[in-house]
């Protein structure tokens, strides 16, 4: 594990967008293309709500487990909430993964369209910040996304707000991750290698070592090291299948640390940037060529296709 090579996926600045919105775009939308994975600093996620965010989570998990289990909703596919460890299972995969986590997801009104599709959030008494907290990140790490997509938009030659209909109201999660001290005969990995569902992921929490991606140049496991206090972002699936693969959702995973790591839990918030339930995943006609022929005729909703998801990986039960 010590041995993995680094990617050298290239850290570019989200401040950058501002004053050259075409080149941080195809610098953007190359790191994409090659890797499935960018680094993104400077991304405005204000370091003090990060901080915040990391005590809380501590807290969190540190809960006895009978109370985190009280938040655990029985066949409700993980969607809001506490999900025990070792319960979700990388698609394929023989053994299921060391890690447990709480989803956030997006506040809706009363009476709301979505209300039938996207779960209300559970909130723990305590910590007692922690509803205060994530509702403030969950915003912050929407509008990263937003500015994001719009760079993503650029590159494919579509108009920089072309995903804003896409993802108003969507139903991002934002999932707060803790890999408990596991011991040296564990069986499994913290997460097994898998292909995220959504459209984009933007991460914190990767400077702890174990987040590698599979290089489909070389077919070589490669470590992501961001600089501290930077993000890593990567293309899911739904993207992937939008732009006909020119966007590829990178296998990934999070190793087993070295011996003398395994008596520290390592915490990551990655936030799942999802479409609207009924956004249509239809192929973008600028991405089939001859040499790239449409691989989806067939058109699905977001929400279909992320209950398909959710059976594969265990979370929901066919």
């Known amino acids: 594990m010590l041995d993995t090579p680094a990617a050298h996926v290239p850290t570019l ?6 004053t050259d919105p075409d080149g941080f775009s195809a610098a953007f939308g190359a790191s994409f293309e090659r890797y499935g994975f960018a680094v993104i600093a400077d991304h405005g ?8 965010a990391w005590s809380e989570t501590e807290a969190l998990f540190a809960l006895p487990e009978d109370e985190k289990r009280g938040y655990h909703i029985p066949g409700g596919g ?13 698609k394929g995969a023989s053994a299921v993964d060391l890690k447990e986590f709480w989803h956030v997801g997006r506040e809706l009104p009363a009476g709301h ?4 599709q996207m779960t209300p959030n559970i909130w723990p008494t305590r910590p007692e910040e922690f509803r205060d907290t994530f509702i403030e990140l969950f915003a912050a790490f929407d509008r990263a996304g937003d500015q994001l997509l719009s760079a993503i938009a650029r590159h494919l030659g579509l108009a920089p707000d072309w995903f804003d209909p896409a993802v ?7 999932r707060l991750l803790h890999y408990p001290p596991i ?6 990995v913290r997460a097994g290698a898998h292909e995220d569902i959504n459209l984009i992921t933007l991460l914190l929490g990767a400077e702890e070592a174990g987040l590698e991606l599979l290089d489909r140049a070389t077919g070589r496991w490669l470590a992501i090291k961001p600089p501290e206090g930077a993000m890593v972002v990567n293309v899911g699936d739904m993207l992937q299948r939008l732009t006909n693969h020119v966007l590829p959702s990178t296998t990934h995973r999070v190793v087993n640390p070295p011996p003398e790591r395994r008596g520290h839990s390592r915490y990551s918030m990655p936030f799942f940037l999802h479409p609207a339930p009924d956004f249509l995943i239809e192929t973008l006609p600028q991405t089939v060529t001859a040499e790239n022929p449409d691989r989806y005729p067939t058109p699905i909703t977001a929400h279909d296709y992320l209950h398909e998801r959710l059976v594969e990986i265990g979370l929901i039960k066919a």
Request: glycine share 12%; hydrophobic share 35%.
């Open 45 to 52: 996620v204000p370091l003090d709500l990060i901080d915040r």
């Open 183 to 188: 011991p040296l005969d564990a069986e499994g």
């Open 78 to 90: 993980g969607a809001r909430g506490y999900t025990p460890f070792k319960t979700e299972i990388a």
């Open 113 to 116: 369209r979505f209300e039938g």
């Open 168 to 174: 108003k109201d969507g139903n991002s999660v934002l």
């Open 13 to 18: 600045s989200l401040a950058d967008q501002a």
